[in-house]
């Protein structure tokens, strides 16, 4: 699961690079999935100038949180 959510926002950071209609629909499911993970770090986190960081951050809690989900559980 955590590598789908890594995936998920990986993509949304590399579409944000193009001129996408927001109104696509596959682009419109991606932000859904991936806004509930992004939002709450957006208000935390501060922009580096015009780069927003937080998908960077998310992927990497995920990646932690995963690997400390699979050390409980082994």
């Known amino acids: 699961m955590t590598q789908v959510l890594t995936a998920l926002i990986f993509f949304r950071a590399i579409l944000s690079w193009f001129p ?3 109104r696509n629909p596959l682009v419109t499911v991606l932000y859904e999935l ?3 993970i992004l939002a709450p770090l957006r208000n ?3 922009r580096i100038g015009m780069i927003d960081i937080t998908p960077l951050a998310a992927i990497i809690l995920i990646q ?3 690997r400390v989900l699979v050390q409980q559980l082994a």
């Open 64 to 66: 932690v949180i995963g």
């Open 44 to 46: 935390v986190l501060p």
């Open 34 to 36: 991936t806004e509930p």
């Open 20 to 22: 996408i209609d927001p």
